[in-house]
């Protein structure tokens, strides 16, 4: 685990992250749930916060791919934590599988990362979701965390403002394995580079990836040499 932020913490799940936010009320709440059989680590990286796993009381996910939701049910049967998630992917989360179709990113480690990662028609244990949200809206967990509807590499992939503008958690809009790139692997590629543009427009201090390293300060500028913006 290690401090992105004051308040914020980047937790490995086994080649992807999940982010560890406390509120100003004391509550934590986990962005992603990684890979199956992980829980260990989240609940390692509460009780290194000096708090209990009970102390987790909201599971918030960019998206519904077996990487970002493995561990989802095991954490919620021992913490109890709500859940949020875009509609479009709680179908898939209460399914627990098969995930849609997803063409690999240009370049040799996304393509490389793909075929690793990649297996669509694995299942998990299914994870049911409490919430639904959508784009626009401030979610009351952890100060507002503000959904931004981000399409592309998930049809319900959503990303996450936290507390006005201090940390953008870009989810698999993008990664930042080798620099700012694209994630392994798009549903739908036109919308993934709208998506893109779309939060490389935004304001914001820091930020988290799904995979990849985090980016304390000055991220949206490195964001916008990326992938351009959409003003």
Same mark, same amino acid.
């Given at each position: 685990?290690?401090?992105?932020?004051?308040?914020?913490?980047?937790?490995?799940?086994?080649? !992807?992250?999940?982010?560890?936010?406390? %509120?100003?009320?004391? +509550?934590?709440?986990?962005?992603?749930?990684?890979?199956?059989?992980?829980?260990?680590?989240?609940?390692?990286? !509460?009780?290194?916060?000096?708090? &209990?796993?009970?102390?987790?009381?909201?599971?918030?996910?960019?998206?519904?791919?077996?990487?970002?939701?493995?561990?989802?049910?095991?954490?919620? &049967?021992?913490?109890?934590?709500?859940?949020?998630?875009?509609?479009?992917?709680?179908?898939?989360?209460?399914? %627990?599988?098969?995930?849609?179709?997803?063409?690999?990113?240009?370049?040799?480690?996304?393509?490389? %990362?793909?075929?690793?990662?990649?297996?669509?028609?694995?299942?998990?244990?299914?994870?049911?979701?409490?919430?639904?949200?959508?784009?626009?809206?401030?979610?009351?967990?952890?100060?507002?965390?503000?959904?931004?509807?981000?399409?592309?590499?998930?049809?319900?992939?959503?990303?996450?403002?936290? &507390?006005?503008?201090?940390?953008?958690?870009?989810?698999?809009?993008?990664?930042? !394995?080798?620099?700012?790139?694209?994630?392994?692997?798009?549903?739908?590629?036109?919308?993934?580079?709208?998506?893109?543009?779309?939060?490389?427009?935004?304001?914001? &201090?820091?930020?988290?990836?799904?995979? +990849?390293?985090?980016?304390?300060?000055?991220?949206?500028?490195?964001?916008?040499?990326?992938? %351009?913006?959409?003003?």
């Amino acid at each position: 685990m290690k401090e992105i932020i004051e308040k914020a913490w980047l937790v490995p799940l086994g080649f !992807v992250n999940g982010v560890l936010l406390e %509120g100003d009320d004391g +509550g934590l709440v986990l962005i992603d749930a990684g890979f199956p059989k992980h829980e260990a680590a989240i609940f390692d990286a !509460v009780t290194a916060l000096g708090r &209990q796993p009970e102390d987790l009381r909201h599971l918030v996910f960019t998206h519904a791919h077996p990487d970002h939701i493995g561990s989802a049910a095991a954490v919620i &049967q021992r913490t109890g934590a709500e859940t949020w998630m875009h509609p479009t992917d709680t179908p898939i989360a209460a399914s %627990g599988g098969p995930f849609r179709p997803m063409r690999p990113s240009p370049g040799l480690p996304q393509r490389i %990362g793909y075929r690793v990662f990649w297996r669509p028609n694995e299942s998990v244990t299914p994870v049911h979701i409490d919430h639904e949200i959508d784009d626009g809206e401030t979610l009351p967990v952890a100060g507002g965390l503000q959904v931004i509807h981000t399409p592309g590499h998930a049809a319900g992939h959503v990303s996450l403002m936290w &507390q006005g503008d201090r940390m953008l958690i870009v989810g698999d809009v993008g990664s930042n !394995v080798a620099g700012v790139n694209d994630p392994l692997g798009f549903e739908n590629r036109e919308l993934g580079r709208h998506s893109q543009r779309r939060l490389a427009s935004l304001n914001f &201090q820091a930020a988290a990836f799904g995979h +990849g390293r985090a980016i304390p300060r000055d991220a949206a500028a490195r964001m916008r040499r990326a992938w %351009g913006s959409s003003t």
